[in-house]
């Protein structure tokens, strides 16, 4: 057991480290050279085509903490540590979403969740854009010891303006859940996506929320959905209060869990996102 925690938070470590050390380069344009004296071999102005001279110009981020205590009959402390950090450029997009989860209840651990995604967006700021993304989590809550998922889809752009961001994204994507009794669990599932991000009152409050909904596509009964609605608001350029409300549901789990979790957390952020 113990070489197949440290096997597992290597892996997790490891893919940690490719995120957060994804290099910057830079593509110069090559062309061929062209003699001044030879006005006749110089391009038309509106002919040329332009090449990006980046692949990544701009960086953007937020680290996140989230909690929620209780003291008496039912002594419950949870703690929420997440961070988003998005790598744009002309042409392609890298996110990363960690979070782990940490909580007790009248002395009894319940969540030690680790979760680390990747998404690798391509033509992002257009209205519709592909994308490819690769997680892997592990959870004492759900009793699992690893799940690893890869995959690819479409995303579409349905409202983008100053104050409302709204998309919608379909991937299919292979899963494996190496649960901690149960066997081992392999499918494949569509993964359907909503995502927003709203600014009301001049940006004095922001409502964010993203949905999962996820059945397997071998076996309709295997489903799985989260949801994660926030409540912000900015004090200043740099930091926001915040609230949360989670809810997810597995139909699938060890036979000592529940399918479906709720928690509300209370937090604050702090980034230029």
């Known amino acids: 057991m113990k070489n197949s925690t440290f096997h597992r938070f290597t892996k997790l470590a490891a893919f940690s480290l490719f995120l957060f050390s994804y290099p910057v380069f830079a593509q110069q344009p090559s062309g061929t050279v062209v003699s001044p004296g030879d006005s006749t071999a110089v391009p038309r102005k509106d002919s040329v085509?332009?090449?990006?001279?980046?692949?990544?110009?701009?960086?953007r981020y937020r680290f996140i903490g989230d909690g929620n205590f209780a003291k008496g009959n039912v002594n419950r402390s949870l703690m929420v540590l997440r961070a988003e950090v998005t790598f744009s450029g002309p042409v392609i997009n890298i996110a990363t979403n960690p979070r782990f989860t940490y909580g007790k209840q009248n002395g009894i651990l319940a969540e030690r969740d680790s979760y680390v995604d990747v998404f690798v967006d391509v033509f992002k700021k257009r209205k519709t854009y592909l994308f490819g993304l690769g997680a892997?989590?592990?959870?004492?809550?759900?009793?699992?010891?690893?799940?690893?998922?890869?995959?690819?889809?479409?995303?579409?752009?349905?409202?983008?303006?100053?104050n409302n961001n709204l998309s919608l994204t379909n991937a299919i994507l292979y899963e494996s859940t190496d649960f901690q009794e149960k066997a081992l669990v392999k499918?494949?599932?569509?993964?359907?996506?909503?995502?927003?991000?709203?600014?009301?009152?001049?940006?004095?409050?922001?409502?964010?929320?993203?949905?999962?909904?996820?059945?397997?596509?071998?076996?309709?009964?295997?489903?799985?959905?989260?949801?994660i609605m926030s409540i912000e608001l900015p004090i200043n350029k740099w930091v926001t209060l915040r609230t949360s409300f989670e809810n997810s549901y597995e139909s699938v789990v060890e036979a000592t869990r529940r399918r479906n979790d709720s928690r509300i957390t209370f937090g604050i952020s702090v980034g230029n996102k």
């Open 49 to 59: 085509l332009i090449i990006p001279n980046v692949l990544i110009d701009t960086v």
């Open 136 to 162: 892997l989590e592990t959870s004492n809550l759900r009793k699992i010891d690893l799940r690893q998922m890869i995959g690819a889809g479409v995303g579409y752009r349905l409202v983008q303006n100053i």
């Open 187 to 227: 499918t494949i599932r569509n993964s359907f996506r909503v995502k927003g991000k709203h600014s009301l009152l001049q940006d004095k409050i922001r409502f964010n929320h993203i949905t999962f909904l996820q059945p397997a596509l071998n076996d309709f009964s295997n489903l799985r959905w989260n949801t």
